[in-house]
């Protein structure tokens, strides 16, 4: 993934474990949003025990935040709209 000076990455969710992490970056990448995952080699290393180090992030585009948003939270629609294709 290439990265614009002009594009900033933002933090659109925190997980505690990298498998619901990599679930979600798919969907937002199946539907045309570009994102990243953040520390989640660390995750794996040092799993969360009330601490912050072993969070994974998922970053996205400041500009696609809207539209992240939107597909996570209607699964349905976006899985409809795969069908389709």
Known sequence: ????KN???VVFKIYDDPI???IEK???E???VKCM???EIMSNVLPITNTTIGEVRLLVF???LKLAEEILASPAE???ELDEE
């Open 1 to 4: 993934m290439t990265i614009e």
């Open 7 to 9: 594009e900033d990455l």
């Open 20 to 22: 619901n992490a990599n």
């Open 26 to 28: 798919g969907v937002l």
């Open 30 to 32: 199946t539907n045309g």
């Open 37 to 39: 995952l953040s520390n």
């Open 62 to 64: 400041k500009k696609d």
């Open 78 to 80: 976006s899985m409809k």
